[in-house]
């Protein structure tokens, strides 16, 4: 159950829309995200297609555990926090080594073998999950 203060805090109504337009598009382009990454990971697990090379996975995994895991929870504290100021910096700098992750796997592996289906699910994971962030910060910060 949510406090009073809680539910002011995140703008949260009694009648639709219930939540702010920002908490819409995180919901809306983190969809389109998760689609996209189960459908790359589908594309996979098809053993006609390409499995990924163990320094691949690692860099993925390099990006999600050290860039989307911290950046999850420092938003998820600066959403609730009374001074979301405090994390502006540590999710400043976890936003620049996630997207320094992202672009080297897009650039080191993806460019050169990715055909365009495969292309598709990575841009509608890497934009969606884009798009729904720079919400969530929007409404975090704006």
Request: proline share 6%.
């Amino acid at each position: 159950m949510l406090t009073p203060g809680l539910a002011q805090r995140l703008h949260l109504q009694a009648a639709f829309p219930f939540v702010p337009w920002q908490f819409w598009v995180v919901l809306l382009a983190g969809a389109g995200a998760t689609y996209g990454g189960v459908a790359d990971w589908r594309y996979h697990r098809n053993p006609l297609h390409l499995k990924l090379p163990a320094k691949e996975r690692d860099a993925e995994a390099l990006a999600l555990g050290a860039g989307g895991v911290p950046m999850f929870g420092l938003m998820w504290l600066a959403m609730l926090s009374a001074q979301p100021a405090r994390y502006l910096v540590p999710i400043v700098v976890v936003l620049i080594y996630t997207v320094v992750a992202i672009c080297y796997d897009e650039f080191v592996f993806h460019r050169k073998r990715c055909g365009p289906e495969e292309t598709r699910y990575h841009r509608l994971l890497v934009f969606g999950n884009g798009l729904a962030w720079l919400a969530w910060f929007h409404f975090i910060y704006g």
